[in-house]
């Protein structure tokens, strides 16, 4: 499939099941915890400044994002977890509307790719780990990005590496992509395996 991706628009933004979109183009889910860089890695790959909004209160807005490209497929932003300080409320409407992405989803059968979102410098939390095992039991295709590698200097990229690549190993899912939004390191690759997940 050939597409645009600077071809963008937000086409809705859920904060429940029923509310997502009922059109069978595929799916690309972004996921990871709130502030791991989801919103300013769409924004990256479709090279805008701020389509997707990037958050300076993070964990705020539970809900889920869908930006359609080039009229062919849907950027999914899903939202962010490991948030500190959320009430057992917002825990619950994360819980179900995050759950309700993979099993209330009419188009459910068109998630092509989870993209697993961790923090370079940090590597998985115990938060990450409950997502890719909870991702890895449902069966989706995932794909592991670290990001902020513009943060790193040369001995913990190195370290990152490792450690990132070890992630993947484990959870049986290709060799992660290295990104940063900030000097666009990772983008032509994460758009070449997006591309790919399509075929
Ligand atoms: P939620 O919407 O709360 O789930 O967060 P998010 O995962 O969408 O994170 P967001 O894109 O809003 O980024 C959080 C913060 O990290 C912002 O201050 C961004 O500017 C910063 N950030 C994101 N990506 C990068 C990156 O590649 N490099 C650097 N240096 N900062 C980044
Ligand atoms: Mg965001």
Do not use: H
Not at 94 to 101: H, I, K, R
């Amino acid at each position: 499939m050939n597409v645009n991706f600077a071809r963008a628009d937000l086409r809705i933004t859920a904060g429940l099941p029923s509310q997502f979109p009922r059109d069978p183009i595929p799916q690309i889910a972004f996921s990871g915890r709130s502030n791991v860089g989801k919103s300013s890695l769409i924004n990256s790959l479709i090279g805008r400044k701020s389509l997707a909004r990037v958050s300076s209160s993070p964990g705020k807005t539970i809900t889920v994002n869908f930006y359609e490209i080039d009229r062919k497929l849907f950027f999914v932003d899903l939202p962010g977890y490991g948030y500190a300080n959320r009430s057992k409320e917002s825990q619950r409407v994360w819980q179900s509307l995050t759950d309700g992405y993979f099993t209330r989803n009419p188009n459910g059968d068109r998630i092509k790719l989870v993209v697993q979102l961790v923090d370079s410098r940090i590597g998985a939390t115990k938060d990450d780990l409950t997502m890719i095992d909870w991702l890895t039991k449902s069966g989706v295709p995932l794909l592991i990005v670290a990001t902020k590698t513009d943060k790193l200097n040369k001995t913990d990229r190195a370290e990152a590496e490792k450690v990132v690549c070890e992630l993947a190993k484990n959870c049986g899912a290709p060799a992660p992509v290295f990104y940063s939004s900030q000097t666009g390191e990772g983008k032509t690759e994460l758009l070449a395996r997006i591309a790919a997940s399509l075929e």
